[in-house]
């Protein structure tokens, strides 16, 4: 590997606290729809709709269709108004990963070239960055629902790399996904840092990761 010289992170469960976020968003959900629920019966909802949501990893819609059936609706909600809900709120709950604005700024400032990429729709997506105030550290942000590629395939790392005017030789990729983070981005010849949260790492991966993290902070002791 080169030295390197540029580094390309992901943003849900990386640098957004994508569980924080998720878990406030359902405790008000719950405050607002269900408010005639006693203590014990709200959380054990609150508790129900982070599982049933698999990490962001589930079908929005299909996601908002499940609750419109099995909530315990006083008053029948549609999936429809859910989403309605979801998309005026959700990032009104939003937060940056512990350390992601204090490493960001520690990358900057040794000369590494930042990029970001991300699944997900643009405006939402978008709507993040920008609330998360993190535009800025990035030369480039590509979007998955912007270029019509997603993670895992090794075409959307490359496309970054191109934006940023770098080799993968050049560059680390941290996520904390091993097959959209690190799988990915392994075949597209970057080296991955794993931000180890909730995911298990599958042994019949052909590809590992470089390093293994636990806090964001844990790369300056790397780069």
């Known amino acids: 590997m080169k030295e390197v010289q540029a580094i390309l992170f992901d943003l849900d469960n990386t640098l957004m606290d994508r ?31 982070i599982h049933r949501d698999a990490d962001g990893y589930r079908d929005k819609d ?20 859910i989403r309605a809900y979801y998309d005026a709120s959700y990032i009104n709950h939003g937060a940056t990963m512990k350390d992601a604005v204090d490493v960001l700024k520690y990358c900057k400032e040794r000369g590494y070239i ?3 990429v991300t699944n997900g729709k643009v405006d939402i997506q978008n709507t993040k960055i920008d609330t ?18 997603a993670k895992p395939d090794p075409k959307i790392y490359q496309l970054a790399l191109d934006r940023l005017g770098v080799t993968a030789d050049q560059t680390l990729f941290i996520g904390d996904h091993p097959v959209n983070d690190i799988w990915g981005a392994g075949k597209a010849g970057l080296q991955g840092i794993w931000l180890q949260r909730k995911h298990t790492w599958d042994d019949q991966l ?13 790369l300056k002791s790397i780069l």
Request: zero cysteines.
């Open 206 to 218: 052909d590809i590992e990761p470089w390093k293994i993290i636990y806090e964001l902070n844990e």
């Open 132 to 149: 998360l105030a993190l535009r800025a550290y990035f030369k480039a942000i590509v979007i998955s629902g912007e270029v019509e590629i």
């Open 114 to 116: 930042l990029g970001l």
């Open 19 to 49: 569980d924080h976020t998720f878990r406030s968003f359902s405790t008000q959900f719950v405050q607002d729809f269900l408010g005639h629920l006693e203590a014990e019966e709200a959380q054990e909802v609150i508790e129900d709709m």
């Open 62 to 81: 299909g996601f908002f269709v499940e609750l419109s059936e099995v909530l315990p609706w006083e008053t029948p909600v549609t999936a429809e108004h």
